[in-house]
């Protein structure tokens, strides 16, 4: 039985995606300290803690133990191996580029729902891609990258970066699915149980991102930092996120995530001193309005499907 919804979907997904943005310029800040696997270990820990702690002072009810492990395994993709590639990435490309590219998940989304769910794909929604391409390509420099490759650092953050959408994209197209019967708080608990052994497996094998030696160097108070960030980023924001994705379509919850940049790209300049350069600016403005016309197109409703 699902409990009744006190706040509407769309203030969910707004929450959920202020979190995100606002958390994204305080990770960019605490990589300059902390290595990116080691952050995740340090920020999924306590989220986790809190998650399951709420499911047993709330008594939620557990899914079926058959659903355990597509929710772990999604948990291992999202925030798992997603937030390993997102960190990596960000570590080299700035927080507003980050969030700009984060605005391209719900393009992602759209090609996956045509390819996994049989959801049909108008020319219109096609136009709509390829605007949002552009856009990406444009927020990226990716003629820049090109023309200078003397420092491959900004290229290969980029393409970690969208190879960390990608797996958020997976994550909200076969979550839909499965989160429509199941309790959020627990749907979130096992998933970033799946994330966190994920990132301490890393942290185990010693990588150049990450390894248990890092803890000796961090002062406590920057990891009460981090944990705090964790609680934020991960448990409150993915909790709301869910909450939401249990009544709307996975491609609507999807297109909310064009107000991550409003707040990611704000609070970067003011806390950050980032700015965008010109054809930057327009490759944002190409995602957003490909992002509002997608939203646009499905009418709130969704995508339709195929016919079977």
């Not at 960019?28 to 803690?49: C, D, G, N």
């Not at 399951?52 to 058959?66: E, G, I, Q, R, Y």
């Not at 090609?111 to 390509?137: I, K, P």
């Amino acid at each position: 039985m699902r409990h009744s919804l006190r706040f509407p979907p769309a203030v969910l997904l707004v929450a959920a995606c202020a979190l995100w943005g606002a958390a994204t310029v305080m990770n960019k800040a605490l990589l300059a300290s902390i290595s990116p696997v080691t952050l995740l270990v340090v920020q999924l820990a306590p989220s986790a803690l809190f998650l399951w702690a709420a499911v047993l002072a709330t008594a939620c009810p557990a899914p079926p133990k058959s659903y355990w492990f597509p929710l772990i395994a999604l948990g291992v993709l999202n925030p798992g191996i997603s937030y390993t590639l997102s960190l990596m990435g960000l570590a080299s490309v700035s927080a507003s580029v980050s969030t700009l590219l984060w605005a391209a998940e719900p393009l992602m989304i759209l090609g996956l729902a045509a390819l996994l769910l049989g959801e049909r794909v108008t020319s219109q929604l096609l136009l709509v891609m390829l605007l949002g391409g552009l856009g990406v390509a444009l927020v990226a420099n990716v003629y820049g990258g090109l023309s200078d490759l003397s420092d491959l650092s900004t290229p290969l953050g980029i393409l970690l970066l969208l190879g960390a959408v990608l797996c958020c994209a997976f994550y909200t197209v076969f979550s839909r699915k499965l989160v429509e019967r199941i309790d959020p708080v627990f749907t979130v608990a096992l998933q970033q149980t799946g994330g966190l052994g994920w990132a301490v497996a890393l942290l185990l094998i010693h990588t150049p991102f990450g390894s248990i030696d890092d803890f000796e160097s961090i002062p406590p108070g920057l990891l009460a930092t981090a944990a705090v960030t964790g609680l934020l980023y991960y448990a409150a924001a993915y909790w709301l996120y869910i909450a939401a994705l249990r009544w709307v379509p996975a491609a609507v919850a999807g297109s909310y995530f064009n107000v991550i940049p409003i707040f990611g790209v704000a609070l970067a300049y003011v806390f950050l001193g980032e700015t965008l350069t010109p054809i930057q600016w327009v490759g944002a403005s190409a995602i957003l309005a490909s992002t509002y016309m997608l939203l646009r197109l499905t009418n709130g409703t969704g995508f339709e499907r195929s016919a079977e």
